[in-house]
């Protein structure tokens, strides 16, 4: 992932345009392309400051609110597949995929067989 540009340039770039030198020309001045200089001109007027936005982080667990419902039906059903679980997950309003159901059982250690010996 590419590194935001130093807020010291960004304040240069945003003071050379603003006291008339076109974007373009202070682009090719400070190094940058021209639509990062758009971009850092537009950040400026929305805002009223160049600093970049926030980058990255963590996506919040969509299934975790409803780990009590998985749980108990991995307990009162044998048959159980991802499928089904995922199916019945979007029959309650929970659009996810089956890597999603996937992911989030492996996570929380939670696991099922469909074998005979199962009660």
């Known amino acids: 992932m590419v590194r935001p540009l130093s807020n010291d340039l960004r304040e240069r770039v945003v003071a050379a345009v603003?006291?008339?030198?076109?974007?373009?020309?202070?682009?090719?001045?400070?190094?940058?392309?021209?639509?990062?200089?758009?971009?850092?001109?537009?950040?400026?007027?929305?805002?009223?400051?160049?600093?970049?936005?926030?980058?990255?982080?963590?996506?919040?667990?969509?299934?975790?609110p409803h780990r009590a419902f998985i749980v108990e039906r991995i307990n009162q059903t044998s048959e159980l597949t991802l499928h089904r679980l995922k199916d019945e997950l979007a029959a309650r309003g929970v659009t996810v995929s089956h890597n999603a159901v996937w992911m989030f059982l492996r996570r929380e250690g939670l696991s099922f067989k469909k074998n005979i010996v199962r009660p």
């Open 18 to 64: 603003l006291s008339g030198e076109s974007r373009r020309s202070a682009a090719e001045r400070f190094g940058i392309s021209v639509s990062a200089a758009v971009k850092l001109l537009q950040r400026h007027r929305a805002t009223g400051s160049v600093s970049p936005g926030k980058m990255g982080g963590h996506r919040k667990r969509v299934l975790e």
